[in-house]
């Protein structure tokens, strides 16, 4: 490419090649010109190479792979974006599917306001999973929370949002001291609104999140999600320099209620019990990091 492209698409991925190949074929049809945008994709460590799955589609797309020992998602995206060239950064992840507008959606929006951080709207494709459709209910009912003024958002996910290249870069990128998926979207988007910059939510810019969970991993996905909320928490305190503040009692009581207005009602109260237990399963990995570091200062002060 010797023209700057508008876009380049940043994916991290790990072990997850059959995703990614998905995931690869669907930017292959984006309606979006072909010299317009690039692909960048983070290997983090994976354990078996993915230079044949990315093979496939180097005369499809202009793509380049990038390999890393696995230090997690956020510090994935930082080293695909130290290589990026567009003016505007998509971010989506490995299991995911990007609608053939994904693109022109994003682009629409930036048309007018260059320097915003927009986020698009993340669907489940796989409705026959409960697990993987509890997750997206919590996330659908999070985006009603925070983004309640579609202007003025105040959470967007990693797996589909759009930023200005020059503005990402300016703010220092994702956090790489979350070392997995769990909380590093909320610090990057808490740290935009505290610099003064703007969030949008443009549901129009579609992604397909095929994310297979089993009750095993639905847990051990949303233990993740407290531990790296403990860091989230701590580091907005010391920003805003207030003490360390959750939601209140009603935002978890709204969120137990939520499928009953939204779900089909054959899976409602199952769906529900799910959220309830990923929000049982937050706080236990929430309270496992807050004990762990206690323990961890206490031996450092006891054995100076």
Not at 283 to 301: C, E, H, M, P, V
């Amino acid at each position: 490419m010797s023209t700057r492209p508008n876009f380049s698409i940043i994916i991290p991925t790990c072990n997850r090649s059959s995703q990614l190949s998905v995931c690869l074929e669907s930017i292959v049809h984006q309606e979006y010109p072909y010299s317009n945008f690039e692909v960048i994709v983070i290997d983090d460590g994976s354990k078996t190479p993915l230079e044949p799955v990315v093979s496939k589609f180097h005369d499809r797309l202009n793509l380049t792979l990038l390999t890393q020992q696995n230090r997690g998602p956020a510090s994935a995206r930082n080293t695909g974006v130290a290589k990026a060239r567009g003016r505007y950064l998509a971010f989506t992840d490995d299991d995911c599917a990007p609608a053939p507008d994904w693109l022109q959606k994003f682009e629409k929006r930036f048309d007018t306001k260059p320097n915003l951080l927009i986020g698009g709207r993340t669907i489940n494709a796989l409705t026959d999973n409960p697990y993987s459709t509890a997750s997206q209910v919590l996330i659908n009912y999070l985006y009603e929370y925070y983004n309640a003024d579609k202007n003025n958002a105040g959470f967007l996910t990693s797996n589909n949002i759009a930023v200005s290249a020059e503005s990402f870069r300016t703010l220092g990128g994702f956090d790489p001291g979350y070392p997995g998926a769990a909380a590093e979207d909320r610090d990057l988007c808490d740290r935009w609104r505290f610099c003064g910059y703007g969030m949008i939510y443009a549901p129009e810019a579609i992604v397909y999140h095929q994310h297979h969970l089993s009750p095993m991993t639905f847990l051990k996905q949303h233990f993740g999600y407290g531990r790296g909320a403990l860091r989230f928490h701590k580091e907005r305190s010391i920003r805003s320099a207030k003490s360390l503040r959750l939601e209140p009692p009603s935002f978890y009581i709204n969120m137990m209620l939520y499928p009953f207005l939204k779900e089909k009602r054959k899976r409602t109260i199952f769906i529900a019990t799910l959220l309830f237990l990923s929000q049982m399963s937050n706080a236990a990995g929430f309270f496992w990091s807050w004990t762990s570091q206690t323990l961890r200062r206490r031996r450092i002060r006891n054995n100076p």
